[in-house]
C-alpha cells in the first residue's frame, strides 16, 4: 500500500483506494492509504510544527535538498516515467518528458535557494539604508490534478519549499503515484520532518479540511473552473492567499499564409497528443476562409493515421481517456456535436477491439465546419476531439478566438510577421504561441492563463516565487 506521509512518517489509513491503468483497467497499478479529514488535519499541524526552523534554514541549504531529490528522481526515472504512463494513460515518451521536467524543475527552483531575491534601493534621506527582505508565507496547502501528475505536484512544490514554506499536498485521485514518488525522494533526501505532508483521497473531503485547516495561509489549486471557484469562495473568507489555474477552451488560428503542412502538424499535436488532456491543448483550429477545405481535409487525413492504444507500446501515439468519468463526459460532447453540427469527419466512438477492450479509448475525432455558438465550441471537452472553425479573414479569426470566457492558452500560424505581432498584442490569453503548438510549455518562464482560466498570480519562472513569499521591508538609519 503506498501510504500517506505526515510528520515525516508513512501513515496507512484504515480505508484505501484503487489506482487502476486506464489502458487496461484489469491491472491494479497501486492501493492508496485514503486519506480523512483528521490526517489533513495532522498534516497541516505538522506543517505548522515544522515551519519555524524550515523558514530560518538558509536558501541555499533547502535547496540543496531539492537538488538531492531531482538526483534521487534521476536514479529511478525510467520506472517513475513508466509508473506514469501505466496510471495516467500517456505514451511512455510523454511521460519521459514529464518526469524529465519535473526533475528539471526541482533543479531549477533548488537554484533559487541561493538567490530569493529581495530589493534594495537608494533612500531620499541621508544616511538611510533601505531594503526589503523576501520573506514564506506559512503553511501553503497544494491540490493537483491527474493529467499532469508529476510536472504540477513539482512546479507547485519546488518554489513553495525553496522559499521557506512547508506543505500539505493533496493529489488528484486519478493519478496520485507520481506525486507521491516525488515525495517519497524528498523524504530520502532527508527533508525535515513536518516540512512536506501528503494526505490522498476524496477532493470533496480533503479539499474542505484543507481549506479550513487553521494553520493554512495560502492555496494553490490546479483543476477544474467549477472546483476552482468552490476553493476561491471559501479561501477568501478566511482571507487565504490562492492562487488557481483552471480550465481552458484553446484556439489555434491558421492563416492562408501559414506554412501548411506545419500548421496541420501542429493542430493535429495540440488537439490529440496526450489523448487532448492538456490544458494547454487546442480545441478550436479558427481557419481562414481561402484554406478551409484544404485544411480541414489534410487534418482528418492526418488524425486518421494517429495510432490509438496503450501508451507503453513503442509506435503508440494516442492513449487512453484518464477514467471512465472522464471517457463518458468525452462521449457526452461527441454526441452533442452530431446533433448540433453533423457527423464528425473521422473518429467519433468508443474503441474496443482486441488489445482495448479493457480500456477508455476514444477515436480522435475532428467536427467540421463548427460554428461559435455550438456547444463544443464553447465549453471545455478535455479529450481527444478538435472542432474547426471558418474565419472571413485574420479579424474574423480574432474576434472568434477572443469571444469565450476561457484565456489559457492560443496560438497563431502564419508566415506574416505582422499578423503575429498583432495577435500577440490582442490574443486574450496567458500562454501564446506562434508556428507552434498551443501545448508544449518549458518552466523558465510565467505559466497560467487570463480571464476565467486563472486567478493570482502566475506560477514557474521567476513568478513563481511572488506567490510563494511576501516581502518585509526595513528601513535602517546608521
Ligand atoms: P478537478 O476535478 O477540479 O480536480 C483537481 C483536484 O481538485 C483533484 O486533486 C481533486 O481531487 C481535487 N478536488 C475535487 N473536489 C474538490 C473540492 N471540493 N475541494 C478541493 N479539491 C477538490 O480537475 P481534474 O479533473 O483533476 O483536472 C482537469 C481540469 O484541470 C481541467 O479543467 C483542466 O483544464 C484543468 N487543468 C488546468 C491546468 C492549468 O494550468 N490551467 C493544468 C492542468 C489541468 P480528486 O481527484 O480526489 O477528485
Known amino acids: 500500500m503506498f501510504a500517506n506521509y505526515i510528520n515525516g512518517e508513512w501513515v496507512d489509513s484504515p480505508s484505501t483506494f484503487e489506482n487502476r491503468n486506464p489502458a487496461n483497467t484489469s491491472e491494479v497499478v497501486g492501493l492508496f492509504a485514503k486519506g480523512s479529514a483528521a490526517d489533513i488535519d495532522a498534516a497541516a499541524a505538522a506543517a505548522a510544527a515544522a515551519f519555524p526552523a524550515w523558514s530560518a534554514m538558509p536558501g541555499p541549504a533547502r535547496g540543496a535538498i531539492l537538488y538531492k531529490a531531482a538526483d534521487i528522481l534521476d536514479k529511478t526515472f525510467d520506472s517513475v516515467a513508466a509508473e506514469m504512463t501505466r496510471e495516467e494513460g500517456k505514451t511512455l515518451p510523454e511521460a519521459k518528458g514529464e518526469v524529465r521536467r519535473a526533475i ?90 513536518g516540512v512536506v505532508n501528503f494526505v490522498a483521497g476524496s477532493g470533496s473531503e480533503l479539499g474542505a479540511a484543507l481549506v479550513n485547516a487553521a494553520p493554512l495561509k495560502a492555496i494553490s489549486f490546479t483543476g477544474s473552473c467549477e472546483i476552482g471557484a468552490w476553493l476561491h469562495a471559501h479561501a477568501s473568507r478566511r482571507h487565504l492567499r490562492i492562487q488557481l489555474e483552471m480550465g481552458g477552451k484553446n484556439p489555434t488560428i491558421v492563416l492562408a499564409d501559414a506554412e501548411f503542412n506545419s500548421a496541420v502538424e501542429n493542430v493535429v499535436n495540440a488537439a490529440f ?107 471545455e471537452i478535455f479529450g481527444p476531439v478538435l472542432a474547426i472553425m471558418r474565419a472571413r479573414d485574420f479579424e474574423d479569426a480574432m474576434s472568434i478566438a477572443n469571444a469565450i470566457p476561457f484565456g489559457l492558452s492560443s496560438s497563431i500560424q502564419t508566415t506574416n510577421l505582422s499578423r503575429a505581432f498583432e495577435y500577440i498584442y490582442r490574443a486574450e490569453a496567458g500562454l501564446l504561441t506562434v508556428n507552434l503548438p498551443s501545448a508544449g510549455v518549458e518552466y523558465q518562464l510565467p505559466f497560467g492563463g487570463s480571464k476565467d482560466s486563472s486567478f493570482g498570480p502566475k506560477e514557474q519562472g521567476p513568478a513563481a516565487m511572488e506567490f510563494y513569499s511576501d516581502y518585509k521591508t526595513v528601513y535602517l538609519k546608521y
Open 104 to 193: 528539471n524543475i526541482l533543479r531549477y527552483f533548488a537554484g533559487e535557494g541561493s538567490r530569493l531575491p529581495g530589493m534594495l534601493v537608494p533612500s531620499e534621506r541621508d544616511r538611510v539604508h533601505m531594503f526589503a527582505l523576501r520573506k514564506p508565507i506559512g503553511v501553503v496547502g497544494l491540490i493537483t490534478p491527474w493529467n499532469f501528475p508529476s510536472a504540477i505536484p513539482a512546479w507547485k512544490l519546488a518554489p513553495a519549499l525553496v522559499c521557506g514554506n512547508t506543505v500539505v499536498l493533496k493529489p488528484a485521485s486519478a493519478a496520485p503515484l507520481s506525486a507521491w514518488r516525488i515525495v517519497e525522494a524528498l523524504h530520502q533526501a532527508g527533508i525535515p520532518k
Open 273 to 379: 497528443f496526450s489523448t487532448g488532456q492538456k490544458c494547454t491543448a487546442t480545441s478550436r483550429a479558427i481557419v481562414e476562409d481561402a484554406i478551409f477545405d484544404r485544411f480541414v481535409e489534410a487534418v482528418v487525413a492526418r488524425t486518421r493515421k494517429l495510432k490509438v492504444g496503450d501508451g507503453m507500446t513503442p509506435g503508440i501515439e494516442i492513449g487512453p481517456c484518464v477514467d471512465q468519468a472522464q471517457m463518458e463526459t468525452v462521449l457526452r460532447y461527441i454526441e452533442i456535436g452530431r446533433q448540433e453540427c453533423g457527423e464528425p469527419l473521422c473518429g467519433g466512438h468508443r474503441l474496443t477491439e482486441g488489445a482495448l477492450a479493457n480500456g477508455y479509448f476514444v477515436e480522435p475525432t475532428v467536427f467540421a465546419p463548427v460554428t461559435s455558438e455550438q456547444t463544443i465550441a464553447r465549453e
